[in-house]
């Protein structure tokens, strides 16, 4: 799995994590906020239902309609106030119904009592029976105004039972929301940060090695992402390395056995590149020619010819190393070199060709003075 694809799936994994939980936060405040209206009901209903008794009180010794209006009033908004407000669940919604049931038997008495009140005044009925049955309607009507209160207190009750229940519930999901952002975004930022610091310390490690000397050093990470591409590309890089340095070194102990076999030569050779200047000499060659070593190399080749061949030689010698070829090197005539100490030499010189791995070589040798050039094409 790339890098990309785990910080893609730890971010969508902390995001519905978070969704979900979030989702149940919303639910659990929901549920709060209708159990807190619920008991804000209740409290409504039971300010409501005590007004109505001290109303029926009041019609019992001060009857008259501006008693009875106010009594009908609040009445009304008990029934409003019931009517306004769904309890879901069957326990709950039967408790309700019962709560509209007492309320209508509330009305039901009520209104009787009105009625036997307007008997009494009209004399329609003895005073005595009249106001024994006002006085025992006002009982049931005081009974049942006290059983609507019960009702609606026990419902206050358990919306408050509710609304701790669900207060926990929320703390309780807040809980279980902050664990696991605090557990899940570490461990998946650990184990990302994990698979990524491993591989770059062990290319680290793998750049020190190599850049002390040693080529043979593989990182050998086998993770399949972008960093396990980088430790495998790594590892051809310093295997191509490894082959270039080999040939290399090779070709360093190549050049030191052909400069040695120059060197040891027990003939005068002289090496030059191919712009005439002087790069090896052995030491038949100082011996022959009086100077030190040192004062030779990197000097032009005719600092070895009298000054009357100096003008003309640069010319046959460039001639020669572009088309070089294997012979004497001035057949039929008398060659002569100059010492340090002005006396002229005879030297006959054999020249030849050779293909190097940096170019052209011209090998020259000779029974008094071997004189090589080394063209590096």
Not at 44 to 68: F, I
Not at 309 to 327: C, I, T
Not at 334 to 344: A, C, F, H, Q, V
């Amino acid at each position: 799995m790339t890098i990309r694809a785990r910080l893609i799936g730890s971010a969508a994994l902390t995001t519905l994590l978070s969704a979900i939980l979030g989702l149940v936060l919303i639910g659990n405040a929901r549920e709060v906020t209708h159990l807190v209206d619920r008991a804000h009901w209740a409290d409504e209903l039971v300010d409501q239902a005590s007004m109505l008794s001290s109303l029926t009180y009041d019609y019992l010794t001060h009857p008259g309609d501006r008693a009875r209006d106010q009594w009908s009033i609040v009445q009304k908004r008990i029934e409003g106030t019931l009517d306004r407000h769904a309890l879901t669940g069957t326990p709950e919604e039967e408790r309700l119904a019962g709560l509209r049931r007492q309320n209508r038997r509330l009305l039901d008495a009520f209104g009787r009592m009105v009625d036997v009140r307007a008997d009494l005044e009209t004399a329609s009925a003895t005073p005595e029976a009249a106001r024994e049955l006002s006085t025992r309607l006002a009982g049931q009507i005081a009974a049942r105004i006290q059983a609507l209160e019960r009702e609606i207190i026990a419902l206050q009750e358990r919306a408050l039972q509710s609304i701790a229940r669900a207060q926990k519930r929320l703390v309780g999901s807040i809980l279980l929301f902050v664990g696991a952002l605090v557990v899940v975004i570490p461990i998946s930022g650990f184990l990302i940060v994990r698979s990524i610091a491993r591989p770059v310390a062990a290319l680290m490690r793998g750049t020190a090695v190599v850049a002390a000397g040693d080529l043979s050093h593989k990182v050998g990470t086998l993770a399949d992402d972008e960093l396990g591409e980088l430790s495998r590309a790594f590892d051809r890089m310093t295997e191509s390395l490894r082959a270039t340095t080999v040939s290399r070194d090779e070709l360093a102990r190549s050049e030191e056995r052909f400069r040695t076999l120059l060197t040891g030569s027990p003939f005068p050779l002289v090496v030059i590149d191919t712009g005439g200047r002087i790069v090896i000499v052995n030491e038949q060659t100082c011996e022959l020619f009086g100077y030190e070593e040192e004062e030779l190399i990197g000097q032009k080749l005719e600092i070895l010819l009298p000054s009357r061949f100096r003008a003309e030689h640069p010319r046959l010698r460039g001639e020669y190393m572009r088309q070089p070829s294997v012979r004497v090197m001035g057949q039929g005539r008398n060659l002569t070199g100059l010492r340090k100490d002005s006396i002229e030499i005879p030297i006959e010189i054999g020249l030849s060709v050779v293909e190097g791995a940096e170019g052209r070589l011209a090998i020259a040798n000779s029974w008094r003075i071997c004189l090589t050039s080394c063209a590096r094409l």
